[in-house]
């Protein structure tokens, strides 16, 4: 979908409809993390609770060029990084009270802890 709002939307309305029907919904989307890209449709509908998940630069550099795809992608890989890095350092700085650090844990200390945090909203 080209437009951004649309593509939220219809995922919120979709949640919606799931909790009218009295079940629970989490969405997980790295984009969807930045608080300004919550559509008014969900401002005005849910609770919204956000939780982020962050890594020191160096360890997101290490993690993304493990990745089969980008060990041998040369500049592309560089770029993609960097911009990796700059969302990175936006989610570092949020100014939300939720946020998990993972730079020195495993994926499932990582997973237990959202577990946690999602217990924790309901």
């Known amino acids: 979908m080209e437009n951004t709002a649309q593509f939220y939307d219809l995922w919120f309305k979709l949640a919606n409809d799931i909790t009218d029907n009295g079940l629970s919904v989490a969405i997980f989307h ?23 998940l962050y890594c020191s ?37 949020l100014s939300t009270e939720s946020k998990i650090d993972t730079s020195d844990i495993s994926l499932s200390e990582s997973a237990s802890k959202v577990k946690e945090w999602i217990l924790s909203c309901m």
Request: glycine share 8%; net charge negative.
């Open 57 to 93: 630069n160096e360890e997101l550099e290490s993690r993304l060029l493990s990745r089969p795809e980008w060990k041998n992608a040369g500049e592309r890989a560089n770029g993609f990084i960097n911009a990796m890095k700059g969302m990175n350092m936006k989610y570092q700085h």
């Open 30 to 52: 790295a984009g969807l993390g930045l608080p300004e890209n919550l559509t008014s449709f969900a401002r005005d509908t849910f609770d919204v609770h956000f939780l982020t």
